[in-house]
């Protein structure tokens, strides 16, 4: 097995650095060929996507496991930086795969390759080019996670967003039209603010290339720190509508529960887009070696992130619908790492990449897992029929059981009866996304949470602003527990069993494989935490990213090959 992990090494160093391009230009080329076929090879097309997304996922894997290949004692690892035009930074552009950026490329393709399977059992069929969409915005996610520079990361976002504007309309209806012009309107909004911001950094420092951002910063004349911190407050305020943060996170419920439950498992990576870039830019050009400028406007990033998560507990316990439950979720998760993020310390920021990791996989398997319980149990809709006429079925007007409570419409005992195998599938993945959305034990989300905690608690004195996030994030996992719970008793214990659920294996699967993610992301707790800790470790101080971007050299242009002939041997020519 080392002889196989050691050729496999060996394969990704000579692979590198091209292989950092890859992410990016499996799903840009699949879309391409997906556009040449037409609509009428839709078998095609589901194949080539869930192709497309196995290899985005092995490719992403790899560049995982080669950042973290030369380095096993916590340090800087290694950084791959690929120069698509062969220019240097930062006049060229620049892809950087890092710690952080490929833990975000192989999330994004273990969900992407999920909902794709997902999506092949009927809900591509729902509208046109559904697939070619989906490849686009993997496209922008992976493009915006592993660029180094502002330009580029504005490009790959709007190439995200435009391929998003289409799935979220897939399907048609009402609903999803009304929830659409909403989020167009918003990302638009956003999109300008994103520019003005990068043109304003750009006339100030003269570059946009993130290490180098952070180089001019530190040597900024005082006059112009005034200048640069507008910058970042526009560009932030651009993230913070693209990641759900108070009080610009309006859009995010009625989109996210409107759109078709693949989409939604996508779009839960939309947020921790935002988070990453807020994440990014700040630990780079906001380093505590910027001088005058470090840890700027950190108190408003802890208190936008604890506003964030207070309003999705208050609505998360104050919703009925199962699909306004996971965009509450996405809230909450939003919050959470914003705030974590502000609090500046890198063992909060361990547990906190933890947590994301968990966190989105967990969301993105409950806007799956909707989608067949709402089949089942209310034909699309996500509301109890007892709850319109104000009375549960289980109980007397005096509260009390009924003395028949136990029995069918056969007057057959119904405890001792073997749970049909549809419903046992449902109720345990329900149970795994509560015990992960809440946070409790034994599984992954009580994991992130205990060592963000034990972080936050294992600090020098705990501030007012930590003091109100511990609270919170306390207060948010009850009331998810509390929400959770309560519809889970409503869909699964309060009606009668008409029908039992039909589930196709093509819908089974990815969601068991995104529950199984968290599962093992539980089992093997240890080496992701150490990846998380050295993450967290390289972000407080980007001095090694800084260098290898800004040190990646140029691949030398090839030498013409010269012949030299005699001229002896050259007919015609004199002695």
């Given at each position: 097995m080392k002889e196989v992990f050691h050729l496999l090494d060996r394969l990704l160093e000579f692979s590198m650095p091209h292989?950092?391009?890859?992410?990016?230009?499996?799903?840009?080329?699949t879309a391409a060929l997906m556009l040449l076929l037409g609509e009428n090879r839709r078998r095609t097309k589901s194949a080539?996507?869930?192709?497309?997304?196995?290899?985005?996922?092995?490719?992403?894997?790899?560049?995982?496991?080669?950042?973290?290949?030369?380095?096993?004692?916590?340090?800087?690892?290694?950084?791959?930086?690929y120069l698509p035009g062969n220019w240097r930074a930062p006049f060229g552009i620049v892809l950087?795969?890092?710690?952080?950026?490929?833990?975000?490329?192989?999330?994004?393709?273990?969900?992407?390759?999920?909902?794709?399977?997902?999506?092949?059992?009927?809900w591509d069929r729902a509208g046109v080019h559904f697939h070619p969409l989906l490849q686009l915005q993997l496209m922008g996610l992976n493009g915006a996670f592993l660029t180094g520079d502002l330009f580029n990361l504005f490009v790959f976002f709007e190439v995200m967003l435009a391929a998003s504007y289409g799935l979220l309309l897939h399907g048609s209806g009402r609903l999803r039209v009304q929830a659409g012009l909403h989020y167009i309107a918003i990302n638009l909004a956003a999109s300008s603010l994103f520019l003005i911001g990068a043109a304003i950094l750009y006339g100030v420092t003269g570059t946009l290339n993130m290490a180098d951002l952070g180089v001019r910063i530190a040597e900024l004349a005082p006059g112009d720190r005034g200048l640069v911190h507008a910058a970042a407050a526009i560009l932030a305020t651009a993230f913070f509508a693209k990641a759900g943060a108070w009080p610009l996170n309006f859009w995010l419920v009625p989109a996210y529960s409107a759109a078709v439950s693949p989409v939604g498992a996508v779009f839960a990576l939309l947020t921790k887009l935002g988070i990453y870039t807020v994440l990014r830019l700040w630990t780079v050009l906001f380093a505590p070696d910027t001088g005058a400028s470090a840890a700027f406007g950190q108190a408003a990033l802890v208190g936008i992130g604890l506003a964030t998560l207070f309003v999705g507990a208050i609505g998360i316990v104050g919703t009925q619908r199962l699909s306004n439950l996971a965009g509450f979720s996405v809230l909450v998760s939003a919050g959470t790492l914003l705030a974590a993020?502000?609090?500046?310390?890198?063992?909060?920021?361990?547990?906190?990449?933890?947590?994301?990791l968990s966190s989105t996989l967990a969301v993105s398997a409950f806007f799956l897992l909707i989608d067949m319980i709402e089949r089942w149990r209310n034909a699309g809709m996500s509301v109890a029929p007892h709850e319109a006429a104000g009375n549960a079925p289980f109980l007397s007007e005096d509260l009390s059981a009924p003395a028949d409570v136990n029995l069918d419409d056969d007057a057959q005992a119904l405890y001792g009866r073997a749970i049909p195998a549809g419903v046992a599938f449902l109720g345990?993945?329900?149970?795994?996304?509560?015990?992960?959305?809440?946070?409790?034990?034994?599984?992954?989300?009580?994991?992130?949470?205990?060592?963000?905690?034990?972080?936050?608690?294992?600090?020098?004195?705990?501030?007012?602003?930590?003091?109100?996030?511990?609270?919170l994030l306390i207060v948010s996992g009850f009331l998810s527990l509390i929400a959770l719970s309560r519809t889970g008793i409503r869909h699964f214990w309060t009606q009668p069993h008409a029908t039992m659920p039909s589930l196709p294996a093509l819908e089974v699967l990815?969601?068991?494989?995104?529950?199984?993610?968290?599962?093992a992301l539980t089992v093997w707790a240890e080496p992701v935490m150490r990846h998380a800790q050295a993450t967290a470790e390289g972000l407080f101080t980007p001095t090694a990213y800084r260098n290898a971007v800004l040190g990646a050299r140029q691949v030398p242009n090839p030498v013409p090959a010269t012949v030299n002939v005699p001229a002896k041997a050259v007919e015609g020519t004199a002695p």
């Open positions: 292989l950092v391009a890859v992410p990016i230009l499996v799903p840009m080329l080539l996507s869930v192709v497309s997304g196995l290899i985005g996922l092995l490719a992403a894997l790899a560049l995982l496991r080669w950042v973290n290949a030369a380095d096993t004692g916590g340090g800087p690892g290694s950084i791959g930086v950087v795969a890092d710690r952080l950026s490929t833990m975000m490329v192989a999330l994004t393709g273990v969900i992407a390759f999920a909902a794709s399977i997902y999506s092949t059992s009927r993020v502000g609090l500046g310390q890198p063992a909060v920021w361990a547990g906190a990449l933890y947590y994301l345990l993945s329900f149970m795994g996304c509560t015990l992960l959305l809440a946070g409790l034990p034994p599984l992954s989300g009580f994991v992130g949470k205990f060592a963000m905690l034990s972080g936050l608690l294992g600090a020098q004195g705990l501030t007012a602003a930590g003091w109100t996030f511990l609270t990815p969601v068991a494989a995104l529950l199984a993610a968290c599962v």
